[in-house]
């Protein structure tokens, strides 16, 4: 059952300490830059103390993760700033939208039959909405439901950060809330390694992939056995060349896979197909970075079907292409500047003028990060998740709690939710 979500009070939350002068100026990178100007939401529910503790005591609490989010902002200075022109962060201080609520329901009700549409109302803002020269780079928002659980909703500014920065955050915020002293320092210049560009002459805009049309979400959830079965799928029928197939790769490339059927049934015309996948590169640059270096570090490994039939693409071929894609991605790679050229053939993909038919899938990973681990000082998650994004065949691939098991979350057109017949 859903509740009323009321709002209490807003908030804008300056860091403790001011930033320095001479980091005021922070440069958006090339991956800054090309990143879509939308929020990046993820929720967290955390269930009541079963003890009555204080932790139950909502105002107790919303003071901490009040007084604990200005003193993180000091070490996260950029996230309190304000975005100028898709060229740099003005590290001003600005601060951080934070919404306090109430919710009349139960967080049990709300987790054990998730409404997709509806979990937006735990969020401060849309994901959808545009991050523009005014907008709060983060914004959080504390539901306090009548049961004594709490949800928290986080959306962070995909222009000065990817899923591992937003977790970094988030960790760093829950560990100063139950009060460690020390907090992992994020260094924030990446663009040195990769260096913006004029947007005037390059051909790419951040917003080309977004849509204006209707999105919506369905989520499907891949149990231990249901992704032991899909491995052992995708050596039937193929030479797998992609040996020992990630749980990611596999689920991924079963979700193309159903893409490419739906879409050959929606026209007779010869299509072709294509898909993208999210890569951190912090492990993959030489020498590799720390995984809490700060900004958008990621690229895209790009895969495009065109054989005449694709009826006779097996799904161990597409795990083949679509695996063999990523893991091309490497020191190398990055210092060729593969990625900007990635870039360019999926601008080319997305131009309306284009005589060819192209259906693009895109995918994006955050089964790695340790969200089921972030604590506030009263527990850790029931439950972390994501909500609708204003992108036309976008996956975002999550675990689930007991990490064994992948949760997809699928946005795609209102029209096709009946369409896409994936199984779990």
């Known amino acids: 059952m859903e509740g009323n979500v009321e709002i209490i009070s807003k908030y804008m939350i300056k860091p403790s300490s001011p930033t320095s002068p001479h980091l005021k100026i922070l440069k958006l990178s090339f991956l800054d830059q090309i990143a879509p100007p939308v929020y990046m939401p993820i929720i967290f529910f955390y269930q009541a103390d079963e003890l009555g503790s204080k932790h139950t005591d909502h105002a ?52 054990e039959e998730p409404h997709m549409q509806k979990l937006q109302q735990y969020l401060p803002v849309k994901p959808s909405s545009v991050v523009d020269a005014e907008a709060a780079l983060l914004a959080v928002q504390i539901n306090f439901f009548d049961c004594g659980g709490t949800v928290i909703g986080v959306c962070l500014s995909h222009k000065i950060a990817d899923g591992t920065s937003l977790v970094t955050f988030i960790e760093a915020w829950a560990a ?31 917003s080309d992939t977004m849509t204006s049309e209707k999105i919506v979400t369905k989520r499907f959830v891949f149990d231990k056995d249901k992704l032991v079965s899909l491995k052992e799928a995708a050596a039937v029928g193929s030479e797998l060349l992609v040996k020992n197939p990630t749980r990611v790769e596999a689920v991924s490339a079963y979700i193309w896979r159903h893409f490419i059927e739906m879409a050959k049934g929606k026209t007779e015309k010869e299509k072709m197909f294509a898909a993208v996948h999210a890569v951190n590169l912090r492990s993959r640059t030489s020498p590799p970075l720390p995984e809490h270096a700060f900004g958008n570090c990621w690229s895209i490994a790009f895969t495009l079907f065109t054989a005449d039939d694709p009826s006779n693409l097996g799904y161990g071929d597409l795990i083949t292409k679509l695996g063999g894609a990523i893991r091309k991605i490497d020191g190398d790679y990055i210092k060729q500047k593969k990625n900007e050229e990635n870039w360019s053939r999926v601008k080319k993909l997305n131009d309306p003028s284009s005589k060819v038919e192209i259906e693009l899938c895109n995918f994006s990973s955050w089964c790695r990060f340790p969200v089921y681990q972030v604590n506030y000082g009263w527990g850790e998650p029931l439950w972390v998740c994501t909500t609708t994004m204003p992108f036309k065949n976008v996956v975002l691939l999550m675990s689930t709690k007991t990490g064994d098991g992948i949760e997809a979350w699928v946005n795609m057109l209102e029209d096709d939710v009946d369409k896409l017949q994936i199984h779990e």
């Open 176 to 206: 100063t809330c139950r009060g460690e002293s020390k907090i992992m320092q994020s260094n924030f210049d990446l663009a040195a390694l990769f260096p913006p560009k004029d947007f005037s002459t390059y051909n790419f805009r951040p």
């Open 60 to 111: 107790h609490n919303f003071q901490l993760l009040k007084q604990s989010l200005s003193n993180t902002l000091t070490l996260f200075y950029p996230l309190a700033g304000r975005i100028h022109e898709n060229s740099y962060v003005d590290c001003n201080d600005a601060g951080a939208e934070l919404i306090e609520t109430r919710v009349h329901a139960n967080v049990s009700d709300v987790i």
